[in-house]
């Protein structure tokens, strides 16, 4: 029996991790949400979620066991993940990416993990619900496009 031809990314591949970029259309500034809030955290931070998007990348996302850095997200909130940090004062910080097998992009051929927003919030608080539909929007947003993705 010959072997089946593979037509698109596996969720058992190792991911490339990219950032999203708002589109003209939607931001005349283009911009990356995600990116920017990564860059606005404190270096500490940065530093472990870098290592954490690189660790859960390679592993790939489906096999990381994550000890509480990399949760998939539940309710409204399903099919996205979060990376988890906390930072001076306990403070809490969070990255939203997304996992793609659908993109269609001409420097992109593994599968994507997308970056896609981060918030950070004090300790022993919870984020509203209108933070999380910015999320979702931000994903509907991404996900509308893809001839190609807008990424950078």
């Known amino acids: 029996m010959p072997a089946q031809a593979r037509t698109r990314p596996s969720p058992a591949d190792e991911h490339e991790v990219v950032y999203f970029q708002r589109h003209v ?32 990348a390679s592993a790939p996302p489906q096999r990381f066991s994550g000890g509480g850095y990399w949760e998939a997200m539940h309710g409204d909130m399903t099919g996205y993940y979060e990376i988890r940090a906390d930072g001076p004062g306990r403070h809490h910080y969070r990255l939203f990416c997304l996992l793609d097998y ?43 496009r893809n001839a190609p993705r807008s990424l950078v």
Not at 40 to 53: E, H, I, N, Q, W
Not at 120 to 132: E, G, H, I, V
């Open 25 to 56: 259309d939607d931001d005349p500034a283009r911009a990356k949400p995600g990116r920017e809030a990564l860059r606005s955290f404190p270096a500490g931070v940065r530093a472990k979620m870098a290592a954490t998007l690189t660790a859960v």
């Open 102 to 144: 659908d993109a269609v992009h001409p420097d992109h051929d593994k599968p994507l993990l997308v970056v896609l927003a981060g918030l950070d919030k004090p300790f022993r608080t919870t984020f509203s619900d209108a933070d999380y539909a910015r999320v979702r929007a931000l994903g509907d947003e991404y996900r509308a």
